[in-house]
């Protein structure tokens, strides 16, 4: 049998890789930028809310659209898009022309969860979904790892705008790759019929398309969306402000901070996988789904909650290891809870699922970005409260998922096919 899958889970990852690289730039740069363009937290928070806010709606209408169109034909206009839209960053200059970048950005970088989660329904059985998507998405941390380790260097040699337009270019070698590489599992010379049997092995769904409307009447649904409300706003808090942190709070600078950022995403990285890893292995030792599942996102959210600690912190290396902590926490919780969409969802709608809780948990990260920036303005930046917040919000999503899905059934198709 041929594993060509696997192959595909690797550009998915180098696409999730190139995204977060593209929008953690800004973040990285915060402290010099604060310095020669005169930023203060408010202004800062506008511009984490206008990427947010593009986001929300590119993940919404993008999960429709891959659905429609597909993730070969989507994937490549999503990339190029975000690819430009990096690379203008490097032309801004005030707030304004900041804020308006990030949101073309977040406009186009919406499409990139939906259409990964889609592919990984497409090329792989539900016993395998979890830890491919843990794979694919270990590239977000993976981005945010690479970024303080080139932007700083970048910046130096060439000034802060090289490093907008040189990580923006990466994308199109992606985009070169994908339509290279890329088909559907079916239509692929390289994947043989028995790789082609193993891929189609759970029971075949029904067809029916399903209204996007009709999508909000089920409890399937909303789970995803509440567990999306309660953990994306604290992943952007991890990429955005924690290079701020490190420079409050322990005065490190552009280059100091390198080596805490790059420690804290590269063990977060493995976070995605092992909670992938665990919820597969739990699979093949005959529990449910829904034990699986549940007990993966259990153990996650309870690794989260000694980061409310981390501000206490009298030293660097316990904070960073508090933070690690946490962020490997939630790449492990993350790639479960998109799993969650693939397992009770039928495979037409995944996409327009992951779209809607994307957008939910854009639309919480805006908010929770405007209570970040005036809870620092107001405490002249101490972070206590927005690191309580994060430690608890992962556990209150696993209560109210359980409460509407407490046996994690399949959505029901009888309704729609009425």
Same mark, same amino acid.
């Given at each position: 049998?041929?594993?060509?899958? +696997? ?5 998915? $990852? ?83 022309? $900041? %804020? ?10 919406? @499409?990139? $969860? ?8 497409? +090329? ?110 604290? +992943? ?54 829904? @034990? ?15 980061? $409310? ?85 992962? %556990? ?13 059934? @399949? ?8």
């Amino acid at each position: 049998m041929t594993h060509y899958r +696997w192959g595909v889970v690797a550009l998915l $990852f180098f696409a999730v890789t190139v995204n977060y690289v593209d929008r953690a730039v800004l973040g990285v740069l915060k402290p010099l930028l604060d310095q020669e363009l005169g930023w203060d937290q408010k202004d800062f928070g506008w511009m984490v809310t206008a990427f947010q806010a593009t986001y929300a709606a590119g993940y919404l209408l993008a999960g429709r659209l891959m659905d429609r169109i597909g993730v070969r034909v989507g994937l490549t206009l999503a990339v190029s898009a975000w690819s430009v839209a990096a690379m203008v960053h490097g032309l801004a200059r005030s707030v304004l022309g $900041f %804020s308006a970048a990030r949101s073309l950005l977040g406009l186009a970088e919406g @499409a990139c $969860f939906p259409a990964a989660i889609k592919a990984v329904t497409e +090329w792989f059985p539900k016993e395998q979904r979890a830890l491919a998507t843990g794979i694919f998405n270990a590239g977000s941390p993976v981005g945010a790892i690479l970024c303080p380790l080139a932007v700083p260097w970048l910046a130096g040699r060439w000034g802060w705008q090289s490093a907008f337009v040189a990580t923006g270019a990466v994308g199109f070698v992606w985009v070169a790759l994908w339509g290279w590489l890329y088909q559907s599992p079916d239509q692929h010379a390289r994947v043989s019929p028995e790789e082609l049997a193993y891929i189609r092995k759970d029971p075949p769904e029904s067809s029916v398309n399903i209204p996007w409307l009709e999508l909000l009447r089920h409890r399937q649904t909303w789970a995803f969306l509440l567990g999306m409300m309660a953990s994306a706003p604290v +992943w952007w808090f991890f990429i955005f402000w924690t290079p701020d942190f490190l420079n409050k709070r322990f005065g490190l600078n552009l280059t100091q901070s390198s080596l805490p950022l790059m420690i804290i995403f590269f063990v977060s990285s493995f976070g995605g996988i092992a909670g992938g890893w665990l919820s597969s292995a739990l699979l093949r030792r005959g529990w449910s789904v829904n @034990a699986a599942r549940k007990t993966a996102l259990l153990v996650c959210a309870l690794c989260v909650l000694p980061v $409310f600690a981390t501000p206490l912190q009298a030293g660097l290396w316990p904070a960073v290891a508090l933070v690690t902590l946490a962020a490997a926490a939630h790449c492990g919780y993350a790639a479960n809870l998109y799993t969650l969409v693939s397992d009770t969802v039928p495979r037409q709608a995944v996409g327009s699922v992951v779209g809607i809780g994307g957008m939910a948990g854009s639309v919480a990260g805006m908010f929770f970005a405007q209570v970040v920036s005036r809870v620092l303005d107001f405490t002249h930046n101490n972070y206590l409260v927005p690191f309580c917040l994060a430690a608890s919000t992962y %556990s209150l999503a696993l209560i109210l998922i359980h409460l509407l899905l407490p046996r994690l059934e @399949a959505m029901p198709l009888e309704r729609v096919s009425q």
